[in-house]
């Protein structure tokens, strides 16, 4: 039976057990989202003994060398001594600049890192509250015009880490970490390919940092934007979606509800082959694009998606 040590605590598991469930079952208390390896939540460091990694290309050669590794995707298959993520000791920390909600269930966190914070539009990081929380949320903000980070929290339904968001002060203090990841990106080699940004809920909110980096690269594409929220008074970006509209004639938005979805998936038929697609959102929304997108024929490889999971208390 292989056992796993973690700061000094050691214990036998079952061969084969899968490494995120073993460390939380022992009340290592390891953030998780996705558990498919992309959000990279769940990083920790094997200091001896190597697990069975099912996606070694989820993370590049220096962490990989460095001895990380993403939990949700390694089984334990021989003794492993393990370090998992503290965000005391490895996290970075920023101040809470201003708390405001977009729409009743959406709040804006922005907050400024106590020293510089390199990402790119589309990311996400991992937030560390004060109570030992940890959760991935997407970038809304732009590096390079944004003077601050900012997310988009959905607080429409209890969440382990939005709860505690709600009760947030400017000058409080979370810890970040910089163990981004994600799907998502823009590549300026797309330049004269149309964009498709499909996002349900706060999954626009790493859409609204991409389609501003893609306009400030002066991307000569089309670029569709369909936002799908519950109802009409979700569409919290609205305005500022609209501004942009109205200042690019290449840029095109749509906000729609569930009543409305059919008829707008039953459109990507007509998609182009060269269309590159940006999906984010509830995974049952991302699903639903992705098929429709597939079914119309674009290529896997020209589709990114990233998924938004609420862990419940």
Known sequence: MPELEVAGKRWTVEPATNLLDALNAAGCNVPYSCRAGSCHACMVRCVSGEPADARPDALDAGRRTEGWRLACQCLVVQDLVVEVFDPLRDGLAAEVLSVDWLIPDVLRLRLSPLRPFRYSAGQHVLLWNDEGIARPYSLASL????????????????????????????????????????????????????????????????????????????????????????DASGHYLAEPLAVLAAAHASVQVELITPAELPGILAQFRLVSRRTVALLCGQPASVDEFARRLYLAGLPRNQLLADVFLTRVP
């Open 143 to 230: 590096p390079g015009e944004d003077d601050f980070l900012e997310f988009h929290l959905e607080c429409r339904d209890p969440g382990l880490f939005s709860g505690r968001a709600r009760r947030l002060r400017p000058g409080d203090v979370l810890r970040l970490g910089e163990l981004h990841g994600g799907a998502l990106h823009y590549d300026p080699a797309w330049d004269d390919r149309p964009l498709l940004l499909l996002a349900s809920g706060t999954g626009l909110a790493p859409l609204w940092g991409l389609l501003r980096e893609a306009l400030r690269q002066h991307h000569s594409g089309p670029i569709r934007v369909i936002h799908l929220a519950h």
